[in-house]
């Protein structure tokens, strides 16, 4: 599995970007898969942002996220989304998409097939 996010760019506070994960490589990504996003600032970790099961389109949040931003799928095209509303600056970050092929977890860890993430900056 290769997965390649974009749509990143610069943005102000309040503003709304969808970000996309495409699965362009060789393999195909199983039903029982977890895919996520995760993000990374400048001298952070990387954290969850937000998760979904690949056959059944179960959702999973961080808190920061609950309420602004949407996950979602298009299992036919092997495409994951990021729909983030009422931006604010702190979100901030690269943002990477991966994929656990041992299913739900929120740990950067046991996520693999990560490509190169996409940079996102919100200005105050």
């Known amino acids: 599995v290769q997965l390649q996010a974009s749509g990143g760019g610069l943005v102000q506070a309040g503003d709304s970007l969808t970000l996309s994960c495409v699965h362009s490589?060789?393999?195909?990504?199983?039903?029982?898969?977890?895919m996520g996003w995760f993000r990374q600032a400048p001298e952070k970790e990387r954290e969850f942002v937000a998760g979904?099961?690949?056959?059944?389109?179960?959702?999973y949040y961080a808190d920061f996220a609950k309420g602004r931003f949407t996950i979602s799928r298009v299992s036919s095209e092997n495409t994951m989304y990021l729909q983030m509303n009422s931006l604010k600056s702190e979100d901030t970050a690269v943002y990477y998409c991966?994929?656990?092929?041992?299913?739900?977890?929120?740990?950067?860890?046991?996520?693999?097939?990560w490509g190169q993430g996409t940079h996102l900056t919100v200005s105050s």
């Open positions: 979904i099961r690949w056959g059944s389109g179960n959702r």
């Open positions: 991966g994929t656990a092929p041992g299913g739900y977890s929120t740990r950067y860890t046991d996520f693999g097939s």
């Open positions: 490589g060789p393999g195909r990504i199983f039903s029982s898969s977890f």
